[in-house]
């Protein structure tokens, strides 16, 4: 059994997580089976920071063409497949392709959607060209803008896709809602990192850093969004140091830890860390420990494993805190959060964020049900074992398909 896996987002510890997650689960049910996990001038630093250790792992990141990205969107675009035979790397991929049994598309986040990555849809193309199996696991998607003939064109391509793959599973309700109208065949999951629990050693020097009674903080700067990227980033730094100074004033004996999730962007837009200084400095106290980026998401769920809770404005931050069985309090920013707590019942731990930056009264609303939220948050046992069952049963109808 050989399979390959594309589409792989890198530079993001809960991207890192869900990918361990399915790899170590695929090897531990399929032990005879070889994965090659594949990209195209991706960065090698963020692939190796990625990377199980595993001989039967292979991770290819090969060499664009000079004129490989050309043959991508216009492309598909215009339905001009013909011209693919003229790109080297194409050629070379579908070589790769044909050397494996099955393709396994990425767990992820929304890259049919509202953000319409034409690169995703390429990846996935070729496969079906070649009437390879493909399983789309662990993803959200939707909705599909149709305002002019790209928004028209990618919903398209999408829904044929979609139509093809062998097997579908959808991590959150908002999802499986659209799935349901478009009478796709799916599975009902949650994130695929839920079948993981990792636990490695801390090194002596974070410990004493961090000490042992503190609370993780994971803020999202949100401006790379395209649903925030009208607001200013002073706007949203403002409000994430109101939501700190209310912890530190809550929890006077705790430090905050703050995890950065994404990393080797290149820019303050995208990498955590500096968005993360900028708030510690905001508030000007020792109490705030900003964590190195390059910390692995195995290592991020072991320092949140001994928290004393999360509050979280990324996804996977919440992920990890119900994974690991710890109090939270999420700030929703887009509906894969908002689907995760609808299917484990835990709506009362999340504030939404869609118009909390649209004036001071919304802001002021948000921060005060923040500041109730946190004197009544407990762990929720119960939750963290429904979403591990529930991505158990869905990983299950996965590995009988590989069998077949």
Same mark, same amino acid.
């Given at each position: 059994m050989n399979i390959l896996i594309i589409n792989q987002p890198l530079n993001n510890r809960g991207d890192e997580s869900a990918h361990k997650a399915l790899v170590r689960s695929l090897l531990d049910r399929i032990p005879q089976a070889k994965m090659t996990v594949l990209w195209v001038g991706a960065s090698q630093d963020s692939i190796d920071q990625f990377s199980i250790e595993d001989n039967r792992v292979c991770y290819l990141n090969l060499s664009p063409d000079r004129y490989f990205n050309k043959f991508i969107t216009p492309v598909m675009k215009r339905d001009w497949y013909f011209l693919w035979h003229f790109s080297a790397t194409i050629s070379k991929l579908k070589k790769i392709y044909r050397q494996h049994d099955f393709v396994i598309c990425a767990p992820g986040g929304i890259c049919m959607g509202g953000f319409q990555n034409w690169s995703h849809l390429f990846y996935l193309k070729i496969a079906q060209s070649l009437k390879l199996p493909i399983a789309y696991v662990g993803r959200s998607f939707g909705p599909f803008p149709e305002q002019n003939f790209n928004n028209k064109k990618f919903k398209q391509i999408s829904l044929s896709l979609l139509n093809y793959f062998s097997y579908i599973s959808f991590r959150d309700m908002k999802s499986v809602a659209l799935a349901n109208k478009l009478q796709l065949r799916f599975y009902n999951t949650v994130d695929t990192a839920f079948l993981d629990n990792p636990k490695i050693d801390i090194d002596q020097y974070t410990k004493n850093i961090i000490g042992d009674d503190y609370i993780v903080y994971v803020p999202n700067l949100l401006i790379w969004h395209f649903a925030y990227s009208k607001y200013k980033k002073e706007q949203i730094l403002d409000f994430f140091v109101a939501v700190a100074k209310i912890m530190l004033g809550r929890f006077p004996e705790k430090k905050i830890v703050m995890l950065p999730q994404t990393f080797n962007f290149g820019n303050y837009e995208n990498d955590d860390i500096h968005f993360f200084h900028d708030i510690a400095n905001c508030c000007n106290t020792d109490r705030i420990v900003v964590v190195p980026d390059r910390f692995s998401s195995d290592y991020q769920q072991t320092i949140i494993r001994s928290s004393c809770g999360v509050v979280g404005a990324r996804y996977h931050s919440v992920v990890f805190a119900i994974n690991n069985n710890i109090p939270f309090v999420a700030f929703n920013y887009e509906?894969?959060?908002?689907?995760?707590?609808?299917?484990?019942?835990?709506?009362?731990?999340?504030?939404?964020?869609?118009?909390?930056?649209?004036?001071?009264?919304?802001?002021?609303?948000?921060? &005060?049900?923040?500041?109730? =939220?946190?004197? #009544?948050?407990?762990? *929720? !046992?119960?939750?963290?074992?429904?979403?591990?069952?529930? &991505?158990?049963?869905?990983? =299950?109808?996965? #590995?009988?398909?590989? *069998? !077949?």
């Amino acid at each position: 059994m050989n399979i390959l896996i594309i589409n792989q987002p890198l530079n993001n510890r809960g991207d890192e997580s869900a990918h361990k997650a399915l790899v170590r689960s695929l090897l531990d049910r399929i032990p005879q089976a070889k994965m090659t996990v594949l990209w195209v001038g991706a960065s090698q630093d963020s692939i190796d920071q990625f990377s199980i250790e595993d001989n039967r792992v292979c991770y290819l990141n090969l060499s664009p063409d000079r004129y490989f990205n050309k043959f991508i969107t216009p492309v598909m675009k215009r339905d001009w497949y013909f011209l693919w035979h003229f790109s080297a790397t194409i050629s070379k991929l579908k070589k790769i392709y044909r050397q494996h049994d099955f393709v396994i598309c990425a767990p992820g986040g929304i890259c049919m959607g509202g953000f319409q990555n034409w690169s995703h849809l390429f990846y996935l193309k070729i496969a079906q060209s070649l009437k390879l199996p493909i399983a789309y696991v662990g993803r959200s998607f939707g909705p599909f803008p149709e305002q002019n003939f790209n928004n028209k064109k990618f919903k398209q391509i999408s829904l044929s896709l979609l139509n093809y793959f062998s097997y579908i599973s959808f991590r959150d309700m908002k999802s499986v809602a659209l799935a349901n109208k478009l009478q796709l065949r799916f599975y009902n999951t949650v994130d695929t990192a839920f079948l993981d629990n990792p636990k490695i050693d801390i090194d002596q020097y974070t410990k004493n850093i961090i000490g042992d009674d503190y609370i993780v903080y994971v803020p999202n700067l949100l401006i790379w969004h395209f649903a925030y990227s009208k607001y200013k980033k002073e706007q949203i730094l403002d409000f994430f140091v109101a939501v700190a100074k209310i912890m530190l004033g809550r929890f006077p004996e705790k430090k905050i830890v703050m995890l950065p999730q994404t990393f080797n962007f290149g820019n303050y837009e995208n990498d955590d860390i500096h968005f993360f200084h900028d708030i510690a400095n905001c508030c000007n106290t020792d109490r705030i420990v900003v964590v190195p980026d390059r910390f692995s998401s195995d290592y991020q769920q072991t320092i949140i494993r001994s928290s004393c809770g999360v509050v979280g404005a990324r996804y996977h931050s919440v992920v990890f805190a119900i994974n690991n069985n710890i109090p939270f309090v999420a700030f929703n920013y887009e509906h894969k959060i908002e689907g995760l707590l609808q299917t484990l019942n835990l709506q009362d731990y999340m504030i939404n964020l869609g118009e909390v930056f649209d004036n001071s009264e919304y802001t002021k609303a948000a921060l &005060a049900l923040f500041s109730e =939220k946190i004197q #009544i948050w407990k762990k *929720k !046992k119960k939750a963290t074992i429904e979403a591990k069952s529930i &991505a158990e049963d869905a990983f =299950k109808e996965l #590995i009988t398909l590989l *069998k !077949k």
